[in-house]
């Protein structure tokens, strides 16, 4: 295990189900880990929208998961659990966890732990885990979006979003997407989208149909839901994908199923922080092999839109639903990070 493990953090607790007032500064015991884990000093943690449904009482963690919020972080390895291998302390990572990241310290799964990659800041890589890791599974392995292919991102601003943008392009694909203001497309073509559109000014259905021939899109990524998924059927091609991951305007939809038939669609979705630590290790694997290169040579890089301390998770949360940002919103814990987010 290493050296003396410390005894108490600092961390940020959901105090009773509310808004971003109930999310408080506290202390608690450090965690120790187990067999198959590594204990992180944790550098940043990322905030993302699962979060503040946490924080509302609608998405309870997993079964043997933390209770604090915080599903991804960046750290250094400070103890190693029984039975793992290729981590040693002192090791930089960013990881995927099911809960916790809001603290000082977090115990990961190591097979769930990447290395940082060599260009990204501690606060940048902080903000890797969740997104990569939700964008490569469905995108790409659910999705099975292939260079030459179209793809339909909704909510193209978001961390998701801007991740999805540039993956999708550095694979080889053209790139639709929606986002809420001109502000917001302007910055989803500078990441490469081929064509964003404001959902607020402009029918995005017409936009790619207009745009493909008629022909629509090979893949939809979709965190909307509600009505949205009968207009994206509208304008898939033949063959097509839906992958739906959030439902922002509602999960039960009215569809007619004959398009669906007709186009030989396949409608499929799937959620992250449940699955099994093996599955998350599989997607790791493939992310070390497939992005990491790509993340190393500087030729994409998670957008970071603000940081806050730990202590001011409320104000993070607060920015987050108020859907202003472009990009990832980062708690800054450790000194390292915090002389980054200077």
Known sequence: ??????????????????????????????????????????AAAGVNRPDTLQRQGRYDPPPGA???????????????????????????????????????????????????????????????????????????????????????????????GTTAIQLAKAFGATVFTTAGSDDKCRACEELGADRAINYKTEDFVAVIRAATGGRGVDVVLDMVGGDYIARDVEIMAPDGRHVSIAFLQGAKVSLNMAPVMTKRLTLTGSTLRARPVAEKGRIAAALREKVWPLL????????????????QADEAHRLMESSAHIGKIVLTVGPEATQDAA
């Open 66 to 160: 933390s209770d604090l919020p915080g599903l991804e972080l960046s750290g250094t390895v400070i103890a190693i659990g029984e039975g793992v291998e290729g981590w040693a302390s002192g090791d930089r990572v960013c990881a995927l966890v099911a809960g916790g990241g809001y603290a000082e310290y977090c115990v990961v799964p190591a097979v769930q732990a990447l290395p940082v990659p060599g260009p990204l800041s501690m606060v940048e890589a902080a903000a890797v885990p969740e997104t990569f890791f939700t964008v490569w599974t469905n995108v790409f392995e659910r999705g099975a979006l292939k260079p030459g292919e179209t793809l339909l991102i909704h909510g193209g601003s978001s961390g998701i």
């Open 1 to 42: 295990m290493g050296l003396a493990l410390p005894d108490s953090m600092r961390c940020v607790e959901i105090s009773q189900p509310g808004g971003p007032e109930v999310l408080r500064p506290t202390r608690r015991p450090a965690p120790v880990p187990g067999p198959g884990e590594i204990l992180v000093e944790v």
């Open 296 to 311: 190393e040579a500087g030729r994409i890089k998670p957008q970071i839109h603000a940081t806050f301390p730990l202590e």
